[in-house]
């Protein structure tokens, strides 16, 4: 025999087909492989057909591997509900053939992406479907998930609902669920674990259920679940909402609810009150047997018994009562006829005929004898039929009761291992999530820190260069400032003078023409005073003969003017008389318009001479104030770009010569024209 391993125990060697240590007797047996199925040394620690890994212990590791040298079968473990299958080289497992378990299909992955679904049988690279070839790259690393092939019960328990009373319930239901849509399962619930058993399963689906079941508890006592078929149907249809949406989740579908009990308190009672009441019914259909029984065999006892006695009566009536028992006591009746005929000393006491109705009648006898033995051992086995279906209800009652004990052990052990495993399982997961948080965390801390030194130094060489750049700009800027400004001034002061000037000239000849106009004026209006206060006849006497008709025409033309004319009718009649009449009219009425024309000339002068020097004054102060406002724009611009995205928002100005008005302007992005609280461009609050 060939040494393969050893033995644990003493060390010795164990062939490869021992079970047993030869040495110390310790257990050296194979373990199947869960990824091919196919035996192995307890010892190893890879499988010897397909390398996928063993743990020490005998036990399969979690991170099962595919093939990656020889074909083998892909399968589950009883009690898994998704095993995760890494394969590397696709193309070498489907040339040497691959068999997928029965009753299980493998979902293919590749780069987080569902490419199809591979059926239970062997699968070689000739018989592969057309849909997997397309969509999946043999030669690149995938993924397989085993998973049912159809649906599957799932085992959910929520071991610390409560009623409303306070009373530990333990609701517990199996649902029927199947696969909907591989991608979600793969993306939701499978990514990231080698192994997803139906425990997983039940608990991933017992956490979702527990805020709607545990709200419905709150609202009904656990007297109110004992058997109030509307509660129930209330209770059910919550459940299978809730489980739809779960599933949904998840990527499965439900189907069906198939049980709900409860594990508690009130499931022992309830189960109490079962166990007697079938108690009770299995004794009641004992009772019915027995008393058929007694039925059947007392009917059967009295037709027996009655033939029993006809037969006696007639074998009384022929051979009398010490004869019968006598008889009965012989073994042979023939012999019991030669033993009375040799007594008698006679031979051929009885006939030949009389002889054979004797034992005729004596083989009847006895038959019915032999029948009433067989009627009391029929009964004896009635009797003991009816002991022993007696003593195995006895039997039954018993093993009921130890097996309820035993379950009721069982649970509770099953209880007390899945809160350790959960435990222990939240332990790792919860150390190990704190230690991928604080990995993270130091790993962000310390880019954070690079990233701060980093802006740090390229802040500070970009505020020198900039307060280097902007330092000169703004000396730059005050000298051309400086400069313009004296260039705005002197232009200011030469315009102002030139305007000056020429509206003094203006005004001297406005004066000059004022004061000629107003002494032509005076003077005329001294002769027409001096002949206004002669009489018209002292006026007529003094003047030409010409003239002395203008005056009548004239004093016949103001008696016309009292008259209520106007100036062309009082034209047209004095030209009638006199045409010289009519032209001295026409002068004085010239004379009197251009006086007012002059009176309107001298007013519109001087308003157009104030409007000048006003607008003057004006353009001058604008002159001024676009200069200042200038020197502040710069200002303020230099101070935005020195103190960064922290100082407040640059100010705008209104267009020269327009008043001045609030404008909102974003602190974000200096965005002008707000209306609102924020801004428009960037969103932020004004």
Known sequence: MSTVSKCDNCGAGVGHADNYCQNCRHPVGKVACRACGRSNPRAGKFCGHCSASIGADGSQSSDVKVDRRRSGVWSRRKGDFAVLLEAEHLDRVFTRGVTVEEGTVGLFFQHGAYADCLGPGKHTTENLPEKLLTHLKLDQPSEVVLIDDGDFEVGIRMPEARAADDTLIEPFLVATVRLHDPLQLYTNFIRGSSLITELDLAEHLGRQLFNTFSGFLQEHTSKDLRGRDGLSSKLESGLRTSLERSCKRIGLEFVAIEHVEFSGAVNDDILAKRADVRRRGEEFEVDKLDHRLEAEVREYGFERETQRLALEREFANLYGGDKREELLREDSFREFVDDVEFKAGVRGLLRQSERDELETRHRQFREDKELAREQLLSLLGFQRKRDRLQAEFDYKSDWLDKKTDLDERQRELMRKRLAEELQDRLSTERAEYEATLQR????????????????????????????????????????????????????????????????????ADADREIRVSDAESAREQLRLKAIGELSPTALMAASPAETAKLIADTIRTDTLAKSGLNESQLLAIVAENSPAAAAALSDKFRSEGREELLKQINAELKQSTETQLQSAHSYAVMIKELAEKSLETQRDATSSVAKGAASPPPVVYPPIGMPHATALVCGHCSAGGQSGRFCRQCGGAI
């Not at 700009?473 to 313009?484: I, M, R």
């Open 440 to 507: 993270e965390d130091l790993q962000h801390a310390a880019a954070l820190a690079r990233q701060s030194a980093d802006a740090n130094a390229g802040l500070s060489q970009k505020i020198a260069e900039d307060g280097a750049a902007l330092s000169h700009k703004v000396a730059t800027d005050k000298a051309e400032h400086d400069t313009d400004r004296a260039a705005a001034e002197l232009a200011l002061d030469v315009l102002s003078k030139a305007k000056r000037l020429k509206q003094e000239q203006k005004d």
